[in-house]
């Protein structure tokens, strides 16, 4: 593989460049099409593009071939398993830091390979965030939040709402948002065309009954940033359909798509301190790239911006569009909170009463809370479960934020930070 002359450095970028100089061996897990590849590219000196039928055939009678000249990129190493082993053993050999990189699009050990706890270092890949994709240059950053300290914010964005759903429907497949709008969206559905029809048996899954499936992601699709339960999106993937999936039929469905990195469910936030009770436990529901949902339900820019849902096949509060742009924020803050080594989970109550979309907590627990609003503005309404909250943690919420479409950042009198999401960055 030849490195991309054009290639755009990604905030994994400067992981990587920490993880290369002391870790052997690094695996890169994400969905297709994120750029596992690209990445991975740029360090290689010898690659192996396994997905190449020939290439596959050639390593698969030897998988040896890999104790190669270094760097090595290995990629969708899972196509031939039994390099995982040849790596692992390697590490145990004494390779150098930086030695292998491994990319992957479904996680798990396949049978008859080594987990390679201790050996080699997993990190996951994810689509472009905003701060990638351009449109506007960030000023606020998630790990100065983190710090503490409730520093100033500041800058100004022109992106509007018109620009954000033009970033949802683009999506950030580096690859696919480059192409034209009608090739981009027959890219997408070919996509998961993909996922039903070839990923699934790759993983020794086949689909019995695609159409189904399809059904299925749609309706999960339809409830994007919802807790909804999985009986929820089985009822509303068989309206008026006969044929009702069992539930011994519907929940591989979502454990594959986990696997294959399409679906990227929000965990629920679980605190390490006791002072919130009653904490409900289901994840919010997301794609890999809040597009795919797009594409799922059949609706494009035009048809978010009018408003049009008739096509989305589930009973929600709150518009879609609303949800495809708290989806779009969750991607990027998930980019950016792995940079700063924390994680991102959302909050919310058993009965529902208080709930913050999302929470962002550094290894020591402590938090930064963000609501995300589809609008230009804030009123006091939008922040009462952040103040709420701001109460029950004390010092241990480090600051609370309002992720907003509107062109300027600045603090409220009560300390909320309010913050267009395009000037959001690591």
Not at 106 to 121: C, D, E, K, Q
Not at 324 to 348: D, G, I, N, P
Not at 407 to 412: D, L
Request: hydrophobic share 45%; with cysteine.
């Amino acid at each position: 593989m030849l490195r991309a002359v054009d290639y755009q450095r990604r905030i994994i970028d400067d992981e990587l460049d920490v993880l290369c100089s002391g870790a052997p061996a690094i695996s890169l897990e994400g969905a297709k099409g994120v750029g596992k590849s690209a990445t991975g590219a740029q360090r290689a000196r010898t690659t192996f593009l396994l997905e190449q039928p020939v290439v596959r055939e050639v390593v698969d009678a030897d998988p040896g071939q890999v104790l190669a000249e270094g760097p090595v990129l290995i990629d969708e190493w899972q196509q031939v398993p039994a390099t995982w082993d040849v790596v692992r053993r390697a590490v145990d050999a004494g390779a150098p830091p930086g030695q292998f990189l491994l990319t992957g699009s479904a996680s798990g050990v396949n049978p008859g390979t080594h987990s390679g706890a201790g050996r080699i270092l997993s990190i996951r890949m994810r689509p472009l965030s905003l701060a990638e994709r351009g449109p506007v240059g960030p000023t606020v950053s998630l790990a100065g939040l983190l710090a503490g300290g409730k520093a100033p914010v500041a800058g100004r964005s022109d992106l509007d709402l018109v620009g954000y759903v033009a970033e949802i429907v683009t999506s950030g497949f580096p690859g696919i948002r480059r192409m034209a709008e009608g090739v981009r969206r027959g890219q997408l559905t070919s996509y998961l065309t993909r996922v039903v029809d070839r990923d699934f048996a790759e993983l020794g899954h086949p689909v019995r009954n695609p159409a189904g499936l399809r059904r299925w992601l749609a309706a999960y699709a339809a409830a994007t940033a919802t807790t909804a339960t999985f009986e929820t999106i089985r009822d509303a993937a068989t309206s008026g359909q006969g044929d009702k999936p069992a539930r011994s039929t519907a929940i591989p469905y979502r454990d594959i798509l986990e696997r294959l990195y399409v679906l990227d469910p929000l965990p629920a936030w679980l605190p390490f301190s006791s002072r919130l009770r009653e904490l409900a436990s289901s994840p919010k529901h997301h794609l890999a790239d809040p597009a795919l949902a797009a594409a799922l339900v059949g609706l494009n820019a035009e048809a978010l911006l009018r408003g049009d849902e008739g096509t989305v096949p589930f009973p929600r509060q709150g518009s879609f569009l609303g949800a495809l742009f708290e989806s779009l924020v969750t991607q990027s803050l998930h980019v950016y909170a792995q940079a700063a080594e924390a994680s991102v989970a959302h909050f919310r109550t058993h009965r529902g009463e208080r709930e913050v979309d999302l929470i962002v907590q550094r290894p020591d627990g402590r938090v930064v809370a963000a609501e995300v609003k589809l609008a230009a503005t804030v009123g006091d309404g939008d922040v009462r479960h952040l103040l709420w909250l701001a109460d029950r943690l004390g010092p241990d919420l480090m600051d609370a934020v309002v992720i907003t479409t509107g062109p300027q950042a600045y603090r409220r009198p009560d300390g909320i930070a309010v913050i267009p999401a395009a000037l959001l960055g690591p």
